[in-house]
Every structure is written in C-alpha cells, then in structure tokens.
C-alpha cells in the first residue's frame, strides 16, 4: 500500500488557501500512485482555531471546505484522503464541535474518526472546544485495515510514558479490536496513522520519534505520524513526519520546518537517512519559521528592528533577514548621550553585513524635552528610573510612528532573562508585534550568535564580547542589577520550565538560597509586564505566554 504524509501549512480561517493546498498535495500525491494520501490535525481550517470554533459559521464553513476536498476524489484513480476538520457535534449535551480525522473516498465521507483524548495543559486547551470521542474503531482503504488516531491519542502510552494522564490508551483500544477481529490471520500488516498539529519545543522531534518508535515496537506496527508544519502565532510546528516499521526503525521522514510529501510503499519501504539536526540549528530553525509565517499570515511583508548595537537585536535582525530577505527588514539606531560611539558603530556595521537599510535618529533632544516638560514635576530627585525607562519609551514611540507610516511590523528584542526577571521597559523595549527572542535565555542568545556566524562574520565580534549593558545611564552593564547570566539562567530555567522551589534550585545548582529567592521575587514581581508582552515564539517546552498562567496580584510564600 502506498501512503503520502502530505506535511503542509494551513493558515487558521484561511479554506480557500488550505483548500487550494490540500489538493496540490493531493495531486501530487495522485501522480505518484499513492493509495491515501494522509493530511495534519484540523488541516481544513488551520490550528489552533481557538474561539472560532464558538463561531457556527466557521464550523459551517470547514464543513464546506470539507465537501469541496471530498469531491476531488470522486474520480476512480484518485487517492483516498484522510484529513483532519472541525465538524459539528449534534448531541443533546456536551461541546458543540468535535476534532476528527475524516476520510474521503468516491466524493463522500466514507469514515469519521473523532479525537478522544483532549490535552489542556501548556498551550492546549481543547476540552474547552471539543466534545471527546467516546469509542473509536478501525476502518480500511481498499483491502487494508487502518488504526487512525489524532494526535494526542497517541500520546498515552504507559510503557513509554512514566505517568498517564488518561484512563484511556485509544491505540491499545484499536490494537485490541485488530487482535479480536483476527486480521492477522488475513495477511494484512498493522497500520497506525496519526494525524498531528504538535507545537515544535527544544528537543521534541526526538521524543515523539522515541514515543511512536515504542508503539511501533509494542504492537508490531507500521506507525506514520503526519505533522502540521510552519507558524500559528506563537507557535511553532516542525513538521518532522515519519514512518517506522515494526520494528521502530525509522524508513520515511518528512522535512524539518518545511512543507514536504514522503510517499512510502508499506511493500517496500526504504530506509531513510535520518536528519541530523542539533539544538541550536533547531531553534534557530523554529525562529525564522515563526517570524516569517508570524509576520506574512499577518498580511505583511516588511519588519522594523531597533538595533542598540547589543547581542539581542543583532540576533533578531539575523533572523529577520533570513524570514524575510534584507529588502524587507529596517534597522533602526536610536543613541542618546549614554550611548556609546562603538555601540553605534556595530549596528552599523551589523547593517552593513546583513544588506538591510540603517537608519539613524538621535533621540538626545527629545529626551531632553520630555525632561524639560517633567522637571517641575521631578525637581529635586536624583536621576534614576524614570529617566532611564524614557529613552527606550520614546524609543518605542518612534518604531511605531515608523511601523505606522511604512506599514512594517515592529520585532521586539528582549530576550527570555530579561523578560523573566523584568529587566525590560513596559511600553519602551518591549514595543512590538512579536517577541522573537522571548523565549531564548541570554546565554543561548550567544550560542543562537555564534550559529549566525558559522560560516562567516555577520555580528560583529564586538558585540559578542562586550559586556552587556542598557545603555541608559553612564557606565552601566547589566550585572548592576542581575547576577551574571550564566548563574541567573539555569536558576531561572529551573524555576520558571521546571517549577523546583528555592531550596532544590539552590541544592541542585549549589548556589546560595538566598540569591534564587531574590531571582524567584523578581520572576513573580513582573508578571504584570509579562501579561502585556507581545507573542512568545515558543522553542521551549514552558514559555512566556497562554502555556504558563500565573496571576499578577499575589504575595508568593513558596
């Protein structure tokens, strides 16, 4: 039996477009001679669709989607498809839509599949859309029998996994209807297909492979698991399909953050060469995906960068042009008197390595105007905070005035430190549409650098090795405020992705208990800048953002 795992990336709402590439693929696929060819969770109307699945239009209109792909295989020498959809529930009680993989045969629906286990944890919140399936059963294309699945109903196995979070395994619900209906005895190899919209963290594509691996292994089954690929806000999908065989040997694989159709034969598979693919690649992978999908499903094609001459925003710049072109990104230099000549230099000459326009406004009269306006106000006191959080403010007003003007999104810079501890300016830095960076510590902000490097100078050496500093008043580096990042960052990464109290964090790293009480203050005290950041790029398995909810009036004693 031939399969494609057609990898696409639908946009959420868009059923002309998704539609449009749904058949694309599918013709692809029919050229090649495939028997099915099988599509992402929710394909028809994009993932995650959030609240317009309470919209009855929008379930109306993917049901229409729907008919319109179902037709396409009307012809005889056309492909079964299997596609993930929205579909209205029509019980008395419970939710009013289901999440379902639905296969198409001779211009119908022939078979409906419905998702039973709904994750709502992290960034999943689906039992508050979904109506749970309460049974599933096999179905077959042709002569061959299939176990379909949708995404987290393979998520469950209790021989992989140390703790289940259901009291239900549907794969071993649809291995025991093969056992007891005796298919084996009929020739047929054991197929398990999942379809999968699974949001890309640092390392996933490795633990999804281990987990199906163990499926494959556990009931002697080939396994094909199709991903969604490309940016949904701040997610971000890797692709990464893959068949195994029997054996958890892994015979097809999809494209890493790319589209991509992998037909196989189950007669003959063919080993593949498996792609290698190391963290920092692949994050930086998952941050181009998500600027570029973030920034053109948005309807736009142009981006503004504040470039400080600083690691951060050199980095963003990088990543940018690699979305989007160098045509298509601005750089933006804004000194003031604390401002360093070198500082200016390297974004400068960052520009200049990166092919994108510079330009330069010195804000040091607007900053003496609004001190002027404030003076009667701020007489008397010392120069502090408020002085130093207006220059990024009007910083952020002036990227906006220009975003507005030229119809370019605004990137903020401030990376996944700094927005935990609030070392940055509400309203000022973290200005923007879209937090590329927000959830990379300082620390892999210099490997991500490196990385940008590899093959020949874009960041300026200076930038990489100079000490890190704001820049707002005169001397100043951020190890004034914070510990060094290399101590702050495993602290913080323990704190915020992992939830250990202060005493194991200081137990675990060895360092004083006092010093991760005052990281933990910090972490708690700005959740109330956090709450008003632009979308996280998600590249982590607990990022900033709808996957980590925590109030902001609170008095923590834990």
């Keep these: 039996m031939k399969i494609a795992l057609a990898q696409i990336n639908p946009t959420v709402g868009d059923f002309t477009g998704n539609t449009k590439k749904i058949l694309e693929f599918a013709n692809r696929a029919a050229e090649q001679k495939a028997d099915l060819v099988v599509f992402p969770e929710l394909s028809v109307c994009g993932y995650p669709p959030a609240d317009f699945l ?12 729907l008919d319109e792909i179902a037709a396409w295989t009307s012809a005889s020498n056309r492909p079964a498809l299997l596609v993930g959809c929205v579909m209205a529930a029509n019980g008395a009680i419970g939710k009013r839509v289901r999440n379902v993989a639905v296969l198409l045969k001779g211009g119908k629906r022939v078979f409906v599949q419905q998702k039973m286990l709904l994750p709502f944890y992290d960034v999943f919140d689906e039992q508050r859309y979904f109506e749970p399936a309460t049974s599933q059963s096999l179905t077959s294309v042709g002569e061959q029998p299939i176990a379909i699945t949708v995404c987290e109903d393979a998520w ?19 291995m025991q209807q093969w056992q007891s209906q005796g298919i084996e005895l009929a020739g047929h190899p054991r197929i398990i297909v999942n379809i999968s919209a699974s949001p890309f963290w640092q390392g996933k594509p490795l633990v999804r492979q281990k987990m199906l691996a163990a499926i494959a292994e556990r009931h002697k089954a080939y396994v094909l698991m199709v991903n969604q690929v490309g940016g949904n806000d701040g997610l971000v999908f890797d692709g990464s399909s893959i068949m195994l065989s029997p054996t958890g040997e892994v015979i097809a694989r999809g494209a890493c953050f790319a589209e991509d159709l992998v037909v196989v034969d189950t ?35 142009k981006v503004l960068v ?10 963003v710049a990088a990543i940018a042009v690699e979305a989007l072109g160098a045509e298509n990104v601005i750089g933006v230099g804004m ?44 007489k008397e006191t010392a120069f502090g905070l408020a002085e130093e959080n207006l220059q990024p403010r009007i910083r952020g007003t002036l990227l906006m005035a220009l975003s507005n003007k030229f119809g370019a999104l605004v990137l903020t810079t401030g990376n996944k430190s700094e927005m935990a501890v609030g070392y940055c300016t509400l309203y000022g830095d973290m200005v923007g549409a879209l937090a590329v960076i927000g ?21 300026p050496r200076n930038t990489l090795e100079k000490p890190p500093s704001a820049e707002l008043r005169p001397g100043q580096l951020d190890t004034d405020s914070l510990p060094p990042y290399e101590v702050l960052d495993p602290i913080l990464e323990a704190y915020v992705e992992r939830y250990l109290s202060a005493e194991q964090i200081a137990q675990e790293q060895n360092v004083d208990v006092t010093l991760v009480r005052s990281v933990q203050k910090l972490v708690e005290q700005s959740e109330y800048k956090r709450q008003q950041a632009a979308p996280v790029l998600k590249v982590t398995q607990k990022s900033f953002g709808t996957g980590r909810r925590f109030p902001i009036a609170v008095k923590v004693q834990v």
């Design 54 to 65: 309470e919209k009855k239009a929008f379930v109306a209109r993917a049901e229409e989607a």
């Design 156 to 174: 469950n196995d209790k021989n992989f996994w140390p703790r289940q979070l259901y009291s239900v395994d549907p794969v071993d619900t649809l």
């Design 267 to 301: 007669d003959k598979p063919s080993r593949a060469v498996p792609v290698a693919c190391d963290d920092t690649a692949e994050i930086w992978q998952a941050m181009v995906v998500g600027t570029r999908d973030y920034v053109r499903k948005c309807g736009f094609s």
């Design 306 to 315: 504040g470039l400080s001459g600083g690691i951060d925003s050199a980095l």
């Design 335 to 378: 000194p003031t008197e604390f401002s360093s000549l070198g500082s200016i230099e390297d974004a400068r000459s960052l520009a200049k390595n990166l092919g994108i326009r510079f330009e330069l406004l010195p804000i040091h009269d607007v900053f003496a105007q609004f001190q002027k306006v404030l003076e009667p106000l701020f």
């Design 439 to 459: 959830d990379v510590y300082k620390t892999r902000v210099y490997a991500l650098s490196r990385y940008v490097n590899r093959q020949r100078e874009i960041i």
